[in-house]
């Protein structure tokens, strides 16, 4: 029995970790099993929806498209959000990575579990962080970022919301920068004693960072823009440590993890380095024309940078942009990072050179990070004067707010360790409470705190399967309905337009359709005056008429589009 509490003990750093990384895999996973109870498995945005279903529909079948005929029909109209139509064949306007990885796993362990991966990836996401922060901070300081993190909000909410792709490319990150530091570590004596220790070092860890990397790479491509210069500082301050064969060993398993993604890419889009964005597929051929110009002129320079900053360049915007989804948003985080990133500036002559590239690497990304993403205004909320946890910003800047934990970690240590210098048997109970005080906060504004949080989302799906169960009665299994905000939870069971009355040249598909399928719109409710406008002049002369089938609510109404006899 005393061997048991003596290993107990000596393990309890790990089975504390082990132990948190279940409880947030259960308590994220439970939104998702109580919210799509009833096989009702519908999301909260397109993305979410495009991503399930083309997962799902890869491990069932291998396929990553779907063929709607009667969009030759319709120009390719018929479609939700999140996906585009190529002569009919339905393909998704996104990365990837997440399609491929969930796809191949479900394949193997069942579909019904799609919605429950990014939770379990994300509690392993948590022990990689612990692992990755105790190599460059210690111990301690790991122990409480890690418990910070699995308290966060962005991190517990978009781990809830699983189908987004921030999540799974924030872990696989971590993996590789985990990996990373494992390639960098020799033994005491600085050379490798045993054929393992070496095989490890020049190959397995080489190959697991390079595949964690890829993988992060395929599942948000777009986020190159910043993990290049984060793996070339870290390759500058260890260019003796990697060598040459480890560097070889890295970038082919990044070829290995990118090689499907560049399949698919030619399949669907036709080209390697085309995608589902056609904004980033004129970004690279911009960047492929510029590349090829032997001077760059003043011209080409301006070129490059709208290119790379399409979201345009806004320093300002930016840092307001920051100020409210960090200052504001979580004052909690951010005046103890900065008081502790004051505090671990003070020390500067006790750092390591693992230190110095964590801390210019961290400044470099985020403000990439920042000034990218927030020189744009995204709108994800209805109300553009919103700032709330559904909005882009808060996943975007993952990067900013995980590095900002061991500054947070450290305030917490020296803190209660200068306050409580005549109590030193206190310190441990007092840094559980104030961890435990920022869960209480966290756990309050990830459910509560925002108009999008996970409780009100919950309850807007309730009221969804109530729209679409009613949808569903009123309209045949082969219908299309037109719609603007009710496609994610319409589709697939029917198809969906993404639209309104008021285009001309949508109606005249609209009517087109008419003739060969049952067509329905589904919007606000339509008053008599607009109803009979849109039968003398819009419709009427497509040879159409629009009538009301039912009031769905008390806001949406659901009309049918018939031709006219």
């Known amino acids: ?272 380095l085309s995608g ?61 990072f900065l008081a502790g990133f004051l505090i671990f500036l003070t020390s500067i002559r006790k750092w390591t050179k693992r230190h110095v590239v964590f801390m210019l690497s961290w400044l470099v990304v985020s403000v990439i990070l920042v000034l990218y993403y927030g020189s744009w205004k995204f709108t994800d909320n209805p109300d553009p004067n919103r700032f709330t946890i559904g909005n882009s910003y808060t996943r975007y800047w993952l990067p900013i707010y995980l590095g900002a934990l061991p500054f947070v970690s450290l305030f917490i240590q020296k803190t209660t360790k200068f306050v409580l210098r005549g109590y030193r048997p206190l310190v441990g109970g007092v840094r559980v409470v104030l961890v435990f005080a920022v869960f209480l906060v966290s756990l309050n504004f990830v459910l509560y705190g925002s108009e999008e949080g996970l409780v009100y989302n919950w309850y807007t799906n309730e009221a969804n399967r109530e729209l679409a169960k009613i949808v569903w009665s009123e309209t045949e299994t082969n219908a299309a309905v037109i719609t603007q905000y009710h496609d994610k939870v319409l589709f697939p069971e029917r198809k969906v337009i993404m639209g309104t009355l008021s285009d001309d040249s949508m109606n005249y598909y609209y009517s087109n359709l008419a003739h060969e399928i049952p067509v329905y719109y589904f919007n606000f409710q339509i008053n008599q005056p607009t109803l009979d406008y849109l039968n003398s002049s819009k419709l009427a002369k497509f040879g159409a008429h629009i009538k009301l089938v039912k009031l769905v609510s008390r806001d949406f109404g659901l009309y049918r589009i018939e031709v006219n006899n």
């Open 276 to 336: 589902g964005y056609n904004e980033i597929n004129q970004s690279i051929q911009t960047l492929t024309i510029v590349s090829q110009q032997n001077i760059l002129s003043t011209g080409t320079v301006e070129t490059l940078a709208k290119t790379v900053f399409h979201f345009g360049f806004n320093p300002q915007q930016a840092i307001s942009m920051f100020k409210h989804y960090f200052v504001e948003m979580f004052p909690w985080l951010f005046w103890p």
């Open 1 to 272: 029995m005393k061997k048991i509490i003596d290993y107990l003990n000596n393990q309890k750093t790990g089975i504390f970790l082990l132990i948190l990384a279940v409880f947030f895999c259960l308590g994220t996973a439970s939104y998702n099993y109580f919210a799509q109870k009833g096989g009702f498995i519908k999301w909260g945005s397109p993305d979410e929806t495009a991503n399930y279903t083309f997962a799902k529909l890869y491990a069932e079948t291998g396929e990553m498209e779907i063929f709607e005929k009667y969009n030759l029909l319709a120009a390719d109209l018929i479609h939700p959000r999140s996906f585009r139509s190529d002569f009919g064949f339905l393909k998704p306007v996104s990365f990837l990575g997440i399609i491929l990885v969930y796809g191949q796993v479900a394949s193997v362990i069942g579909v019904g579990l799609l919605p429950y991966f990014t939770p379990i990836l994300a509690a392993l996401g948590l022990i990689f962080f612990y692992l990755l922060i105790k190599e460059i901070f210690g111990k301690n300081n790991a122990l409480i970022s890690t418990t910070l993190l699995a308290v966060f909000p962005v991190y517990i909410y978009y781990t809830a919301r699983s189908f987004f792709h921030n999540i799974p490319f924030i872990v696989f990150l971590i993996m590789g920068l985990y990996f990373i530091v494992q390639l960098l570590k020799k033994n005491e004596l600085g050379f490798y004693v045993k054929d393992f220790d070496f095989w490890k070092s020049k190959f397995i860890f080489p190959a697991l960072a390079g595949l964690s990397i890829g993988l992060a790479i395929i599942t948000r491509t777009s986020e190159i823009l910043w993990i290049f210069p984060l793996l070339f500082i870290i390759w500058v301050f260890n260019i003796r440590a990697i060598g040459i064969t480890k560097l070889v060993v890295f970038l082919g398993f990044i070829w290995v993890a990118l090689m499907p993604m560049f399949y698919y890419n030619q399949a669907l889009y036709g080209s390697f």
